[in-house]
């Protein structure tokens, strides 16, 4: 085994298989804690922050990207994939988080941006620099136009950003972005660029970092053939047909990431952004692609019964398919936080909602809160790993009425204002009761906090057992206590409206969906969502029974 790589620091136990039903905490760098008092969250915050995330029992951070980025999409427009940005700290300091991290016995994750580079990367300058048909602008996809003269795009194709996937540079070429225009995409039938992609993830791992998140994974294969055909991402399923999305060929990319990551002792554990259907996604998830694959199916689900039973029964067999283990989410930074979600009326366009600034229709603050503090219990009594969204354990709402001259998403100006994105759930988290910033850091945050945060702080949850906070604390403990195999069985929950399941040695979680309460099945109470007593269990609560 002479010939694995030895990365830099290394977490204190070795189970390879951590990966596989881990809680994996993350972090989106810039709104998480403020060291050096520039309204910018930084790295040196994240470190002073890891006994924080030491005691609340989670055992990996997943970093959203903190590379030197102009931020035109919040720093999934990389300029550099092997430094840091200078705003967050220098590579010494991700170094020392890594060593901090893995002092607490916490993996530490990367974000990976392979779909696109940022417009400021020294490529796609040398690439503008260097005129049509040359090496430079082989590493993107740049074509000529149509119509008379080539003034009209190659093809109809839109940017997930709203407004056409093509922007036209100054020689008359076009270049391809499937989001915003400061994201080029790349070509990866390059080998140059499979080639350097390769040397970033050794670069991170040389450096202790135990594995990757890949952005648009399903993105980077292309159908480039002439004429264009027409792709409709939003026309789910994808079945593979799609120009743009989720193509068969893209496997060949992750078949030889695996290779690198197999390098490692223990390898490096890696999962994809791929939004694509079960069936599908887990391809990626192959032991010999990336491992894991998220799965978004309950984050795009209503807070109901049938539906996260159909959805866990559907992702735990498409993963025995796979031998890939399943992936939880109800949140991350692209998404409405799952405590507004389940506070709106079943079917709330969330785009609408938050153009009226969170008022129509009105949220149910308590009803959203007490749903999400039942799903997260469900979820983290499932098998498989739980992705966990930096302020969810603070039961965290939305922030719906940001400024519009302070919104920093992409979406917003691409869309001509009309939907506003995704700065409600990347609002800098509350530390303390009171401060210019709720303990995020000395000065006003880069996106404004609402007035209220501080009751949501750690501070103010740190001392009532009741908080969200206590309940993700006390269900990650009990969680690293009693999580082991990849199984469950239903049970009945005897009543309609209650998914009831258990997993090994009497352990059970027991969640009833409806409004109205229904009898406690006999057992002793390891935690809950709510307060259970006098064999009741409350409407919208979750238990789990030993
Ligand atoms: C992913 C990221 C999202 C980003 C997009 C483009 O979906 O999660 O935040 O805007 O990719 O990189």
């Known amino acids: 085994?002479?010939?694995?790589?030895?990365?830099?620091?290394?977490?204190?136990?070795?189970?390879?298989?951590?990966?596989?039903?881990?809680?994996?905490?993350?972090?989106?760098?810039?709104?998480?804690?403020?060291?050096?008092?520039?309204?910018?969250?930084?790295?040196?915050?994240?470190?002073?922050?890891?006994?924080?995330?030491g005691s609340l029992g989670v055992d990996a951070i997943w970093l959203s990207p903190f590379f030197p980025s102009p931020l035109a999409d919040g720093g999934y427009d990389v300029a550099d994939y092997r430094d840091v940005d200078e705003r967050l700290g220098t590579l010494t300091d991700f170094d020392e988080l890594v060593r901090a991290a893995h002092e607490h016995d916490i993996r530490v994750i990367v974000d990976i941006v392979p779909n696109h580079t940022s417009d400021e990367h020294e490529w796609f300058r040398a690439a503008l620099a260097a005129g049509p048909g040359s090496p430079e602008r082989a590493r993107y996809v740049f074509r000529d136009g149509s119509g008379p003269d080539g003034a009209e795009p190659p093809s109809d194709w839109v940017s997930n950003f709203g407004g056409s996937a093509?922007?036209?540079?100054?020689?008359?070429?076009?270049?391809?972005?499937?989001?915003?225009?400061?994201?080029?995409?790349?070509?990866?039938?390059?080998p140059e660029v499979r080639r350097d992609f390769e040397e970033t993830l050794r670069f991170w791992s040389d450096r202790g970092v135990d594995g990757f998140r890949v952005d648009?994974?399903?993105?980077?294969?292309?159908?480039?053939?002439?004429?264009?055909?027409?792709?409709?991402?939003?026309?789910?399923?994808?079945?593979?047909?799609?120009?743009?999305?989720?193509?068969?060929?893209?496997?060949?990319?992750?078949?030889?990431?695996?290779?690198?990551?197999?390098?490692?002792?223990?390898?490096?554990?890696?999962?994809?952004?791929?939004?694509?259907?079960?069936?599908?996604?887990?391809?990626?998830?192959?032991?010999?692609?990336?491992?894991?694959?998220?799965?978004?199916?309950?984050?795009?689900?209503?807070?109901?019964?049938?539906?996260?039973?159909?959805?866990?029964?559907?992702?735990l067999a498409s993963s025995e398919q796979s031998g890939a283990s399943s992936t939880w989410v109800l949140s991350n930074h692209?998404?409405?936080?799952?405590?507004?979600?389940?506070?709106?009326?079943?079917?709330?366009?969330?785009?609408?909602?938050?153009?009226?600034?969170?008022?129509?229709?009105?949220?149910?603050?308590?009803?959203?809160?007490?749903r999400a503090r039942a799903a997260t219990l469900l979820v983290l009594a499932l098998p498989g790993s739980s992705y966990v969204y930096q302020g969810e354990e603070l039961g965290l709402h939305e922030a719906a009425a940001i400024p519009r001259?302070?919104?920093?998403?992409?979406?917003?100006?691409?869309?001509?204002?009309t939907v506003k994105g995704r700065d409600g759930c990347r609002v800098p988290i509350p530390w303390t009761e009171t401060g210019p910033s709720f303990g995020f850091g000395p000065v006003a945050p880069h996106l404004p906090q609402p007035a209220d945060f501080g009751a949501w702080?750690?501070?103010?949850?740190?001392?009532?057992?009741?908080?969200?906070?206590?309940?993700?604390?006390?269900?990650?403990?009990?969680?690293?206590?009693?999580?082991?195999?990849?199984?469950?069985?239903?049970?009945?929950?005897?009543?309609?409206?209650?998914?009831?399941?258990?997993?090994?040695?009497?352990?059970?979680?027991?969640?009833?969906?409806?409004?109205?309460?229904?009898?406690?099945?006999?057992?002793?109470?390891?935690?809950?969502?709510?307060?259970?007593?006098?064999?009741?269990?409350?409407?919208?609560?979750?238990v789990w029974l030993a």
Do not use: C
């Open 1 to 53: 085994m002479s010939t694995l790589r030895t990365p830099a620091s290394t977490p204190r136990t070795t189970d390879p298989d951590w990966w596989r039903d881990a809680v994996v905490y993350q972090v989106y760098p810039r709104s998480f804690a403020d060291s050096d008092g520039d309204g910018l969250g930084d790295l040196a915050g994240v470190t002073s922050r890891v006994p924080y995330l």
């Open 166 to 190: 093509w922007t036209r540079v100054p020689d008359g070429q076009w270049y391809l972005h499937l989001f915003a225009p400061e994201q080029p995409d790349l070509d990866w039938t390059n």
């Open 216 to 315: 648009v994974a399903h993105g980077l294969a292309k159908d480039l053939s002439t004429p264009y055909r027409p792709s409709n991402e939003q026309a789910l399923p994808l079945d593979g047909s799609d120009p743009l999305y989720d193509r068969d060929e893209v496997h060949d990319i992750f078949a030889s990431w695996r290779r690198v990551l197999d390098e490692y002792d223990p390898p490096r554990a890696a999962v994809a952004e791929a939004w694509a259907p079960a069936p599908r996604r887990v391809l990626y998830a192959r032991p010999t692609e990336l491992g894991q694959a998220f799965n978004f199916d309950l984050l795009e689900a209503p807070f109901d019964a049938a539906a996260f039973r159909t959805i866990i029964e559907r992702n």
């Open 334 to 370: 692209d998404v409405v936080r799952h405590a507004t979600r389940y506070g709106l009326p079943e079917g709330t366009d969330t785009d609408a909602w938050l153009m009226t600034d969170g008022t129509t229709p009105p949220l149910d603050r308590e009803r959203g809160l007490r």
């Open 405 to 417: 001259d302070l919104l920093q998403d992409p979406k917003w100006v691409r869309t001509g204002h």
């Open 457 to 542: 702080s750690v501070e103010a949850e740190s001392g009532d057992e009741t908080s969200t906070l206590s309940l993700y604390r006390a269900a990650l403990a009990a969680r690293r206590r009693l999580q082991r195999g990849e199984s469950l069985v239903w049970t009945e929950g005897g009543a309609d409206g209650v998914v009831a399941f258990a997993r090994h040695d009497g352990w059970r979680s027991v969640t009833n969906f409806g409004p109205e309460p229904v009898p406690l099945p006999p057992g002793a109470v390891i935690v809950s969502s709510g307060p259970v007593a006098d064999g009741v269990l409350p409407g919208e609560t979750t």
